[in-house]
């Protein structure tokens, strides 16, 4: 049997997402997204929407929804605002599921709770200056104390640098064993060393919060090591299975978000003596985003359905990503064109869909590691099963 339909309750995620995006981030995101802004008291709303620990189990103050709600969430917020939809999905995806996979009880009852409300907001420090694709390549070093880590190193670009109050920070305690002597350590920004460094002026997202974060001689107790000694490279691999994820939802928001106003826009507008929808040349292009944006979205749907299922989604969620953000890439450079010369104002909205959509071909992983994650599967034989395999989406 294969199963298209939402649920009741997911169909309300995303109707609550939906109505939400509208009334608070709709108003303001042009002037946030030119001033680089970032948008706090936004984020505290979503906070006390639970769009920060959607999945969080309600014992430590999450929503305990399954992937799919998340991603339903992810794509409305994303139709409208990038910057916001990032924020939550390092805090989602990364830094939360990854602390509550992984971490111990202690850990997560200590932290979790705070991320989850959204009063902490996380960070997911992998990033360097000579460590982006090539992610094995760790300078950042984590030297055992006996009762602590020693943190030294630098990391770049990182998500919600200047806001979170927590960093998940990758790196290296035992260099000669390789990406096998990596750790991730949970460092509190208020601990001494930690130094917020410049903020990046970007292309998109513009109201997000990008950095470099230094970390000078900074004490990180043993206790705060997730999972065993030398299991960081693992976790980040894992958890960024699961990030693509979000990633591939944000994209998929941001196609169908400049789709949605293509339409709209397509049917308002008149040249010739008719409405610019009626001309083929139009009408083609919407056919087309429609459809590839529908294909995006199956993709997508699917990757979340394997996750919740328990399933090795790993293929499946390099592959939404890597086909969402083109789709997302293509698609709001074709609604630009539709919008003709008013698509290339910010009033129209399309521009910035545009400018947001470049960065999910390259953050959580560039589409070129994409295909190098899906074509190291297909030659191992490790793809997982075929489409008829799935019972309900
Ligand atoms: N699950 C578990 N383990 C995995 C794994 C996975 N999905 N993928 C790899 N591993 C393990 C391998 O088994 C191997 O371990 P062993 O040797 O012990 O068996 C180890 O990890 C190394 O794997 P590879 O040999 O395949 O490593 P590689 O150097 O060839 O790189 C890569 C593989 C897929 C290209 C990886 O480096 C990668 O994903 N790079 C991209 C990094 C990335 O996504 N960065 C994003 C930054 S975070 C961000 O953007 C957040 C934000 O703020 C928005």
């Not at 096998?180 to 949970?186: D, E, M």
């Not at 919407?286 to 459809?291: N, Q, R, S, V, W």
Request: with cysteine; charged share 25%; proline share 2%.
């Amino acid at each position: 049997m294969m199963e298209f339909e939402l649920t009741e309750e997911q169909i309300a995620v995303q109707q609550a997402a939906r109505e939400f995006t509208q009334q608070e981030l709709l108003p303001g995101v042009i002037e946030r997204d030119r001033d680089m802004k970032h948008p706090t008291d936004q984020v505290k709303k979503m906070g006390e929407m639970g769009f920060l620990g959607m999945m969080v189990d309600p014992q430590y103050g999450g929503g305990g929804m399954d992937t799919l709600s998340y991603v339903l969430a992810m794509e409305e917020i994303s139709k409208v605002d990038s910057s916001c939809s990032v924020i939550m999905s390092v805090n989602n995806s990364l830094v939360c599921w990854g602390l509550e996979t992984y971490g111990t009880e202690a850990q997560k009852q200590k932290y979790l709770p705070l991320l989850a409300s959204g009063e902490w907001i996380g960070s997911f420090c992998l990033s360097e200056p000579e460590a982006g694709s090539d992610a094995t390549s760790q300078r950042t070093t984590a030297i055992d104390m006996g009762d602590h880590y020693l943190l030294n190193g630098t990391k770049n670009w990182i998500t919600n640098g200047g806001k979170s109050s927590l960093h998940l920070v990758i790196a290296q305690t035992y260099p000669e064993k390789g990406h096998r002597g990596i750790n991730v350590l949970l460092v509190e920004t208020a601990w001494n060393g930690v130094v917020i460094g410049a903020k990046e002026d970007k292309l998109g997202i513009r109201a997000s919060d990008t950095h470099t974060i230094m970390y000078n001689d900074v004490k990180v107790p043993k206790e705060n090591r997730i999972g065993e000694d030398g299991f960081g490279f693992k976790f980040a691999m894992k958890v960024l299975s699961g990030g693509r994820i979000g990633i591939a939802a944000q994209a998929l928001g941001i196609a169908a978000g400049a789709y949605e106003l293509a339409v709209k826009y397509a049917k308002e507008r008149e040249a010739f003596g008719k409405p610019i929808s009626q001309h083929q040349a139009v009408a083609f292009k919407l056919a087309d985003m429609a459809t590839e944006i529908e294909a995006a979205r199956l993709l997508v749907y699917r990757a979340a359905w394997m996750k919740d299922q328990g399933m090795d989604y790993t293929s499946a969620a390099a592959m939404a990503k890597l086909f969402a953000s083109e789709v997302a890439m293509k698609h709001t450079v074709e609604a630009i064109q539709v919008h003709g010369g008013y698509g290339y104002v910010k009033e129209y909205h399309v521009e910035r869909l545009m400018r947001d959509a470049k960065i999910t071909q390259i953050y959580e992983g560039t589409s070129e590691m994409q295909r190098i994650v899906i074509s190291r599967n297909i030659l191992s034989g490790q793809l997982y099963e075929p489409l008829w395999k799935i019972e309900n989406v």
